[in-house]
C-alpha cells in the first residue's frame, strides 16, 4: 500500500460509476485519495449514440456523468457540473429541433475532443472547468460496441438464441442474456488507464449495470492482463436491485459471472447492502470463490428506492479501503 496518496481506480458506467465516485469523493480527503475512473465505451443510445454516429467521437454520455460525479463541491464547480448534466427539451418551435435530448456536457466534450484532436485531453480540460477530485479516462479509445447472445429475444420465439447488437439494446433486452463481447474484440486499452491500473492500491468493480457498464472492461484484452497482473486489492460494489439485463441472475451469479469472464479474477472484499442481499450465505460463497470476504453495510437511500446513498456508502468504503492504514 502507498503510504502517500491511497490509489483508487473505479471501473464502470453510467448512474452506477457515478454512484461510487461521488462516494469516493467525499472520502477523498478522509483517506487521502487519488481518484481514477475508467469508463466503458460502448453507450449507442441516446444522446451519445447520435454523437457516435454523427461526429465519430467515443460516446460522451458516461463520461460527462463521471465528470459530473467528481466535481468539487464549491458554488462555481457545482453549478457548471450541472450544467454538464442539463439536457435539452423541446423548445416547441417546430418538429425538427436538433438539439432535444442532448445533455451540454455531451456536446461540450464532443467540442473539446474535435477541438483538441485527443479525447485524453478533452477530459482533462472538462475535468478542470468542474475542478474534478480525480482523472476520468475511457477504458479504450477506439470505437466499440458491445453485442450478446439472448434467449428469448424473440418472444415469439422464446427458446431460441438470437444476437442483439449494441449496448442500448442489450441494456433492454426481454430475454435471457447468455454472453455479451465487444466488437472489435481486441480494443487496444487507453494507455494512461493501464497505467493507473499498475500504480492502484484498490481496483473497484461496480456498481451498475453488470453486462454493459461493468465486465465491458474485462472484455479489453490489455486491460484484462493489467487488472490480473495488478498486485492492487480488488473491492466489488454490488447493485442494489436487479436489473433487466440481469434480470435471470441472482447476486450471488453477478460475482460467478465476473469470474466466468476473466478467469483468474481475484477480489479481496464484496460490499452490499443486507437488504439487498437477503439470505447472505450463497453471497458470502461466491464471494470466497474469488477470494474475497463479504462485508455487509446499508448503503442505501433511506427512501427505500435502489439508489446506493454518497453518505452511507462512502461511511462503508472507509474502513474497507483504509484498512491498513
Given at each position: 500500500?502507498?503510504?502517500?496518496?491511497?490509489?483508487?481506480?473505479?471501473?464502470?458506467?453510467?448512474?452506477?460509476?457515478?454512484?461510487?465516485?461521488?462516494?469516493?469523493?467525499?472520502?477523498?480527503?478522509?483517506?487521502?485519495?487519488?481518484?481514477?475512473?475508467v469508463v466503458t465505451v460502448g453507450d449507442n443510445g441516446g444522446s451519445s449514440g447520435r454523437l457516435r454516429a454523427e461526429r465519430g467521437i467515443l460516446p460522451p454520455g458516461d463520461l460527462r456523468q463521471a465528470l459530473a460525479a467528481l466535481s468539487a463541491e464549491d458554488e462555481n464547480s457545482t453549478r457548471t457540473a450541472k450544467l454538464f448534466q442539463h439536457r435539452f427539451v423541446p423548445a416547441g418551435i417546430g418538429d425538427e429541433d436538433p438539439l432535444?435530448?442532448?445533455?451540454?456536457?455531451?456536446?461540450?466534450?464532443?467540442?473539446?475532443?474535435?477541438?483538441?484532436?485527443?479525447?485524453?485531453?478533452?477530459?482533462?480540460?472538462?475535468?478542470?472547468?468542474?475542478?474534478?477530485?480525480?482523472?476520468?479516462?475511457?477504458?479504450?479509445?477506439?470505437?466499440?460496441?458491445?453485442?450478446?447472445?439472448?434467449?428469448?429475444?424473440?418472444?415469439?420465439?422464446?427458446?431460441?438464441?438470437?444476437?442483439?447488437?449494441?449496448?442500448?439494446?442489450?441494456?433492454?433486452?426481454?430475454?435471457?442474456?447468455?454472453?455479451?463481447?465487444?466488437?472489435?474484440?481486441?480494443?487496444?486499452?487507453?494507455?494512461?488507464?493501464?497505467?493507473?491500473?499498475?500504480?492502484?492500491?484498490?481496483?473497484?468493480?461496480?456498481?451498475?449495470?453488470?453486462?454493459?457498464?461493468?465486465?465491458?472492461?474485462?472484455?479489453?484484452?490489455?486491460?484484462?492482463?493489467?487488472?490480473?497482473?495488478?498486485?492492487?486489492?480488488?473491492?466489488?460494489?454490488?447493485?442494489?436491485?436487479?436489473?433487466?439485463?440481469?434480470?435471470?441472475?441472482?447476486?450471488?451469479?453477478?460475482?460467478?459471472?465476473?469470474?466466468?469472464?476473466?478467469?483468474?479474477?481475484?477480489?479481496?472484499?464484496?460490499?452490499?447492502?443486507?437488504?439487498?442481499?437477503?439470505?447472505?450465505?450463497?453471497?458470502?460463497?461466491?464471494?470466497?470463490?474469488?477470494?474475497?470476504?463479504?462485508?455487509?453495510?446499508?448503503?442505501?437511500?433511506?427512501?427505500?428506492?435502489?439508489?446506493?446513498?454518497?453518505?452511507?456508502?462512502?461511511?462503508?468504503?472507509?474502513?474497507?479501503?483504509?484498512?491498513?492504514?
Open positions: 500500500m502507498s503510504h502517500s496518496h491511497l490509489k483508487v481506480v473505479a471501473f464502470g458506467g453510467g448512474h452506477g460509476l457515478g454512484a461510487s465516485l461521488r462516494a469516493l469523493r467525499r472520502v477523498r480527503p478522509e483517506l487521502d485519495l487519488d481518484i481514477t475512473a432535444t435530448g442532448h445533455a451540454v456536457g455531451n456536446l461540450l466534450l464532443c467540442g473539446l475532443m474535435e477541438l483538441l484532436g485527443d479525447p485524453i485531453a478533452a477530459l482533462d480540460h472538462a475535468a478542470g472547468m468542474v475542478r474534478a477530485q480525480g482523472r476520468v479516462l475511457p477504458m479504450s479509445t477506439h470505437k466499440v460496441q458491445l453485442e450478446a447472445d439472448v434467449r428469448g429475444a424473440d418472444p415469439d420465439r422464446p427458446d431460441a438464441v438470437s444476437t442483439v447488437h449494441g449496448q442500448h439494446a442489450v441494456a433492454v433486452t426481454r430475454g435471457t442474456v447468455q454472453q455479451v463481447r465487444l466488437l472489435p474484440k481486441d480494443p487496444p486499452a487507453c494507455p494512461e488507464a493501464l497505467a493507473a491500473v499498475a500504480e492502484a492500491d484498490w481496483l473497484i468493480f461496480g456498481p451498475g449495470s453488470w453486462y454493459t457498464s461493468v465486465i465491458p472492461h474485462l472484455l479489453v484484452p490489455e486491460l484484462a492482463a493489467a487488472i490480473l497482473n495488478s498486485p492492487a486489492r480488488k473491492l466489488v460494489l454490488l447493485n442494489l436491485a436487479a436489473e433487466q439485463e440481469t434480470s435471470g441472475l441472482s447476486v450471488a451469479d453477478h460475482l460467478a459471472a465476473l469470474a466466468w469472464y476473466l478467469p483468474g479474477l481475484s477480489a479481496d472484499v464484496v460490499l452490499a447492502d443486507p437488504a439487498a442481499v437477503g439470505d447472505p450465505e450463497p453471497v458470502a460463497g461466491a464471494a470466497e470463490s474469488l477470494g474475497a470476504r463479504l462485508v455487509l453495510a446499508p448503503v442505501a437511500v433511506p427512501d427505500g428506492s435502489p439508489r446506493h446513498d454518497p453518505v452511507t456508502l462512502g461511511a462503508a468504503l472507509v474502513p474497507v479501503l483504509g484498512v491498513d492504514r
